[in-house]
């Protein structure tokens, strides 16, 4: 009886594939275990192999592993595909009535369960309940008490009527009473335990949307992309109920450019992308950083370059949000590391963006994107939402940062490099802002002195959030050990759980995972610190480990994975040890 | 806002550097009154402009204003707005601007129908980068890198933005300044996108669409039994290919704002010092 379990649906897109292993997640997690789901999909809308799957435990767990124990298999390819994960005992559920499943063979050492998923979904209603019935099925196999899937069902089916729920619940019944009567339970040996946690389940571009929420955004201008569109979708339909507006731009450039405008008025404005998108809107980054307005863009990333993936993990954006627009603008660049740091990244951000007055690159990535994930409730404790709006004058304070013609300065020469803000409609405000060189009152200027102060005036905001702000990584692991293992981003989940795969192969490591890009820690101490560094990060050239080394002037070895695949946690500490010793 | 707000009070206090003569300046200061008249004052209005010579708008008068990036002015314009309805948004740009790089955003900020007014100062030509074609050049307009002409027809901004959905579009003229600036006012008015194509000659570059050109042939639609309302009438005169208009060509009475549509009346720029009231509900959605 495995600690962990590993459950998953594969068949073709249009499957419905998403929603029943989404129900099933929801039942594990209302059942109070702890659960973390991936998905394999392709960029297309029907047909094609795509799978939903679900690591569940009753221990916390923070990444996928090599490995499945159940699986419900609707078309031949499903089980082709997951050959490498099932192992002896592993359950196959399928539908041997089905035309393409007749001639199926399951491998040996495996049991299949031959289920008539559409003939029982028929008798419960209708055909398209073949997915619950092999739920119900799969409750069977694990002596997950049924009952738990009824408010997930609910959830789901809900908004089409008490019927249509009653009929899904007696489907996943039928699933479950077939295999109880037709299969014998010693071959089913996997036991679900129920707890009393309650536990929130939601995926990363979700975190990002209610962190926004919770930031007080008001305003937020996108442009459809995988996997950023959930953030949208997201706030589409909430923020309304706080005050805001969600708009769905003509294109990625409208999009910067709508959230841009809103900045201006003063509303905490957000973009969200892809890697794609995120090429459009460089050309705007200028302005937002030149003109010193406060904008979080998000840039939820997969891999590249071109089109690339549009389906698959990669961290290859990293050279694109360092350097990426024409001159030298400042920037702030936050990298969370997990589904709720998501959440907690993206009210960093608002506070940073509009402290600073500074756009701020909120990088995430397809594998946090779509990633669903159980937490406490209180990873989102809304009374630990702070909002710091930095320096914004009103009509009584204005008189302090004018000039003697009472001329507002909205680029004024201080010493934290931050300037004094005023919302249009502030009277005594009105001003210039452009992406031309300008004086302090935003008026365009060639004058040498001045170019040059307001470029360092604008590093300056950098340098003061330096040593302002903590820019500390985060540590896991063996603080003492000889080996330090950094990473950015979500590799961090996987990394955690591969600790406990080294410890049993003896390897002690310390981890960093590092949510800074931009400003970032100086890890030069620890580096010196340690006998070898690995670097891991989810592209070919290692833009992380580069930056690593240029900060440190030390060499570090690196595990790069771009295959389109997030890390697995057993597959990591394998890559490690053996980095380690090469 | 207050009676005493004159329309020098739009004025910055930076020269501005367009060519003597420039139409620009017409078309600028129509707009300041257009604007003191329709009872603003500096500290409501947001000027957003484009990139070239007319872009330079931002700079010559006063305001809350952003000189943005080239041709994507108007969704500056649309955010601003959004975000805070009680503001007057007057977007600035050029024919360049808007109807070459612009143009998409130009059809769908048609569409999205915000209440502000676009301003387009029209020469038909590349005026600060000396003097190449642009999207309203005529068919064999000689320019350095059109040799022989464009060979290709202009764009028809009046007729794009009918196609489009327009609620409001309009034709001006820099030089005839009391038409001008009661066009611009029709268009701040308007609720809704207000569209004004403003003939601004460049008298540097352009020696056939001069202030002679369209003082002897635009027709004034003021002089006509014209009915603004008749989306049919628009049509048949923004396709003319014989005769270019001045005035209102098409207003749609029943025109809603984007922001009274979406519920928008009040400035987003207020927010709570932690998170908003209600906020942990949206964690209780994901049980």
Same mark, same amino acid.
């Given at each position: 009886?495995?600690?962990?379990?590993?459950?998953?649906?594969?068949?073709?897109?249009?499957?419905?594939?998403?929603?029943?292993?989404?129900?099933?997640?929801?039942?594990?997690?209302?059942?109070?275990?702890?659960?973390?789901?991936?998905?394999?999909?392709?960029?297309?809308?029907?047909?094609?192999?795509?799978?939903?799957?679900?690591?569940?435990?009753?221990?916390?767990?923070?990444?996928?592993?090599?490995?499945?124990?159940?699986?419900?298999?609707?078309?031949?390819?499903?089980?082709?595909?997951?050959?490498?994960?099932?192992?002896?005992?592993?359950?196959?559920?399928?539908?041997?009535?089905?035309?393409?499943?007749?001639?199926?063979?399951?491998?040996?050492?495996?049991?299949?369960? %031959?289920?008539?998923?559409?003939?029982?979904?028929?008798?419960?209603?209708?055909?398209?309940?073949?997915?619950?019935?092999?739920?119900?099925?799969?409750?069977?196999?694990?002596?997950?008490?049924?009952?738990?899937?009824?408010?997930?069902?609910?959830?789901?089916?809900?908004?089409?009527?008490?019927?249509?729920?009653?009929?899904?619940?007696?489907?996943?019944?039928?699933?479950?009473?077939?295999?109880?009567?037709?299969?014998?339970?010693?071959?089913?040996?996997?036991?679900?335990?129920? /707890?009393? %946690?309650?536990?929130?389940?939601?995926?990363?571009?979700?975190?990002?949307?209610?962190?926004?929420?919770?930031?007080?955004?008001?305003?937020?201008?996108?442009?459809?992309?995988?996997?950023?569109?959930?953030?949208?979708?997201?706030?589409?339909?909430?923020?309304?109920?706080?005050?805001?507006?969600?708009?769905?731009?003509?294109?990625?450039?409208?999009?910067?450019?709508?959230?841009?405008?809103?900045?201006?008025?003063?509303?905490?404005?957000?973009?969200?992308?892809?890697?794609?998108?995120?090429?459009?809107?460089?050309?705007?980054?200028?302005?937002?950083?030149?003109?010193?307005?406060?904008?979080?863009?998000?840039?939820?990333?997969?891999?590249?370059?071109?089109?690339?993936?549009?389906?698959?993990?990669?961290?290859?954006?990293?050279?694109?949000?360092?350097?990426?627009?024409?001159?030298?603008?400042?920037?702030?660049?936050?990298?969370?590391?997990?589904?709720?740091?998501?959440?907690?990244?993206?009210?960093?951000?608002?506070?940073?963006?509009?402290?600073?007055?500074?756009?701020?690159?909120?990088?995430?990535?397809?594998?946090?994107?779509?990633?669903?994930?159980?937490?406490?409730?209180?990873?989102?404790?809304?009374?630990?939402?702070?909002?710091?709006?930095?320096?914004?004058?009103?009509?009584?304070?204005?008189?302090?940062?004018? /000039?003697?013609?009472?001329?507002?300065?909205?680029?004024?020469?201080?010493?934290?490099?931050?300037?004094?803000?005023?919302?249009?409609?502030?009277?005594?405000?009105?001003?210039?802002?452009?992406?031309?060189?300008?004086?302090?009152?935003?008026?365009?200027?060639?004058?040498?002195?001045?170019?040059?102060?307001?470029?360092?005036?604008?590093?300056?905001?950098?340098?003061?959030?330096?040593?302002?702000?903590?820019?500390?990584?985060?540590?896991?692991?063996?603080?003492?050990?000889?080996?330090?293992?950094?990473?950015?981003?979500?590799?961090?989940?996987?990394?955690?759980?591969?600790?406990?795969?080294?410890?049993?192969?003896?390897?002690?490591?310390?981890?960093?995972?590092?949510?800074?890009?931009?400003?970032?820690?100086?890890?030069?101490?620890?580096?010196?610190?340690?006998?070898?560094?690995?670097?891991?990060?989810?592209?070919?050239?290692?833009?992380?480990?580069?930056?690593?080394?240029?900060?440190?002037?030390?060499?570090?070895?690196?595990?790069?994975?771009?295959?389109?695949?997030?890390?697995?946690?057993?597959?990591?500490?394998?890559?490690?040890?053996?980095?380690?010793?090469? | 806002?207050?009676?005493?707000?004159?329309?020098?009070?739009?004025?910055?206090?930076?020269?501005?550097?367009?060519?003597?003569?420039?139409?620009?300046?017409?078309?600028?200061?129509?707009?300041?009154?257009?604007?003191?008249?329709?009872?603003?004052?500096?500290?409501?209005?947001?000027?957003?402009?484009?990139?070239?010579?007319?872009?330079?708008?931002?700079?010559?008068?006063?305001?809350?204003?952003?000189?943005?990036?080239?041709?994507?002015?108007?969704?500056?314009?649309?955010?601003?707005?959004?975000?805070?309805?009680?503001?007057?948004?007057?977007?600035?740009?050029?024919?360049?601007?808007?109807?070459?790089?612009?143009?998409?955003?130009?059809?769908?900020?048609?569409?999205?129908?915000?209440?502000?007014?676009? !301003?387009?100062?029209?020469?038909?030509?590349?005026?600060?980068?000396?003097?190449?074609?642009?999207?309203?050049?005529?068919?064999?307009?000689?320019?350095?890198?059109?040799?022989?002409?464009?060979?290709?027809?202009?764009?028809?901004?009046?007729?794009?933005?009918?196609?489009?959905?327009?609620?409001?579009?309009?034709?001006?003229?820099?030089?005839?300044?009391?038409?001008?600036?009661?066009?611009?006012?029709?268009?701040?008015?308007?609720?809704?996108?207000?569209?004004?194509?403003?003939?601004?000659?460049?008298?540097?570059?352009?020696?056939?669409?001069?202030?002679?050109?369209?003082?002897?042939?635009?027709?004034?639609?003021?002089?006509?039994?014209?009915?603004?309302?008749?989306?049919?009438?628009?049509?048949?005169?923004?396709?003319?290919?014989?005769?270019?208009?001045?005035? !209102?060509?098409?207003?749609?009475?029943?025109?809603?704002?984007?922001?009274?549509?979406?519920?928008?009346?009040?400035?987003?720029?207020?927010?709570?010092?932690?998170?908003?009231?209600?906020?942990?509900?949206?964690?209780?959605?994901?049980?």
């Amino acid at each position: 009886m495995p600690a962990d379990f590993n459950w998953a649906i594969g068949g073709e897109a249009g499957d419905g594939i998403d929603s029943t292993g989404k129900i099933f997640a929801q039942a594990l997690s209302r059942a109070g275990r702890h659960v973390f789901t991936s998905k394999d999909f392709a960029s297309r809308i029907r047909g094609g192999y795509t799978a939903y799957k679900v690591r569940t435990s009753v221990e916390d767990i923070q990444s996928v592993v090599d490995r499945l124990d159940v699986l419900i298999a609707l078309t031949p390819r499903t089980i082709e595909e997951n050959l490498d994960e099932l192992h002896e005992g592993s359950v196959i559920i399928y539908d041997g009535e089905r035309t393409t499943m007749q001639d199926v063979e399951i491998p040996e050492g495996m049991v299949g369960l %031959n289920v008539p998923l559409k003939g029982l979904a028929e008798e419960a209603g209708g055909a398209i309940m073949r997915n619950v019935v092999a739920l119900g099925a799969a409750c069977a196999v694990t002596n997950f008490p049924i009952e738990n899937l009824d408010s997930s069902l609910k959830k789901r089916f809900g908004d089409k009527g008490q019927a249509i729920v009653d009929n899904n619940k007696k489907a996943a019944r039928k699933g479950l009473e077939y295999v109880e009567e037709e299969y014998d339970e010693e071959d089913l040996d996997y036991d679900l335990d129920t /707890t009393d %946690n309650d536990y929130v389940l939601l995926n990363g571009d979700e975190a990002i949307g209610m962190g926004a929420i919770a930031a007080g955004c008001k305003f937020y201008a996108g442009y459809p992309i995988t996997p950023a569109t959930d953030v949208m979708t997201y706030l589409t339909g909430r923020i309304e109920r706080f005050g805001g507006h969600v708009v769905q731009a003509e294109d990625e450039l409208a999009a910067i450019n709508l959230a841009l405008g809103a900045a201006r008025s003063g509303a905490r404005s957000m973009t969200a992308t892809s890697g794609p998108g995120i090429d459009l809107m460089t050309e705007t980054f200028g302005l937002v950083a030149t003109s010193e307005t406060p904008l979080v863009i998000c840039d939820v990333m997969r891999s590249g370059p071109s089109t690339g993936m549009p389906t698959k993990q990669e961290q290859g954006d990293l050279n694109t949000l360092l350097h990426g627009g024409h001159g030298e603008v400042p920037r702030f660049i936050l990298a969370p590391t997990t589904v709720a740091e998501c959440f907690w990244k993206t009210v960093e951000a608002f506070n940073l963006a509009e402290q600073y007055q500074t756009p701020v690159y909120l990088t995430s990535d397809l594998a946090l994107a779509v990633t669903e994930q159980t937490f406490e409730p209180d990873a989102f404790d809304m009374d630990a939402v702070e909002i710091e709006r930095g320096n914004v004058v009103d009509e009584e304070s204005i008189g302090d940062h004018q /000039t003697e013609q009472e001329q507002f300065k909205p680029h004024e020469l201080t010493d934290d490099g931050v300037s004094p803000r005023a919302f249009p409609g502030t009277a005594g405000g009105a001003h210039m802002s452009t992406g031309l060189e300008h004086d302090e009152l935003g008026r365009r200027t060639e004058d040498t002195e001045m170019r040059v102060k307001q470029v360092d005036k604008r590093d300056r905001k950098v340098e003061t959030a330096r040593e302002r702000e903590d820019w500390s990584p985060r540590e896991f692991g063996n603080s003492d050990a000889e080996n330090l293992v950094v990473s950015w981003g979500s590799n961090e989940g996987a990394l955690v759980e591969a600790l406990a795969f080294l410890e049993e192969d003896g390897v002690d490591v310390r981890v960093l995972s590092v949510p800074y890009i931009f400003p970032r820690p100086d890890l030069s101490e620890e580096f010196e610190a340690a006998e070898e560094v690995v670097v891991v990060e989810c592209n070919a050239t290692g833009q992380f480990a580069d930056v690593l080394e240029h900060d440190t002037l030390t060499r570090v070895k690196r595990i790069n994975k771009y295959n389109g695949v997030r890390f697995k946690a057993d597959e990591l500490a394998t890559d490690i040890k053996e980095t380690l010793s090469a | 806002m207050s009676s005493q707000v004159r329309f020098t009070d739009f004025k910055s206090d930076k020269q501005p550097t367009w060519c003597p003569g420039c139409g620009d300046f017409g078309t600028m200061n129509g707009m300041m009154k257009a604007l003191a008249e329709t009872g603003n004052d500096p500290d409501n209005t947001f000027v957003v402009a484009g990139i070239g010579c007319s872009g330079k708008i931002g700079t010559y008068m006063h305001s809350y204003a952003i000189h943005g990036v080239h041709g994507r002015a108007l969704p500056v314009g649309a955010g601003v707005k959004m975000a805070n309805p009680e503001l007057e948004v007057m977007v600035a740009g050029g024919d360049g601007d808007g109807y070459s790089i612009g143009a998409g955003h130009f059809v769908h900020a048609v569409r999205r129908n915000v209440d502000m007014s676009y !301003v387009v100062m029209d020469n038909r030509i590349y005026g600060l980068t000396k003097g190449q074609a642009s999207p309203t050049s005529r068919e064999d307009f000689e320019t350095a890198t059109t040799p022989e002409g464009p060979k290709q027809p202009p764009v028809n901004p009046l007729a794009l933005a009918l196609a489009s959905g327009a609620t409001f579009i309009a034709q001006s003229f820099s030089s005839d300044a009391l038409r001008h600036q009661e066009i611009v006012q029709k268009a701040i008015e308007h609720d809704g996108f207000g569209f004004v194509n403003v003939f601004s000659p460049c008298v540097t570059f352009n020696d056939v669409d001069t202030y002679d050109y369209f003082r002897d042939s635009l027709v004034d639609l003021a002089d006509e039994d014209y009915d603004p309302h008749d989306r049919e009438a628009a049509k048949d005169r923004v396709l003319d290919a014989e005769k270019e208009y001045m005035g !209102v060509l098409y207003q749609d009475e029943d025109s809603v704002s984007y922001e009274s549509q979406h519920g928008l009346d009040s400035p987003m720029h207020e927010i709570d010092d932690g998170a908003p009231e209600g906020a942990m509900d949206l964690v209780r959605e994901f049980y």
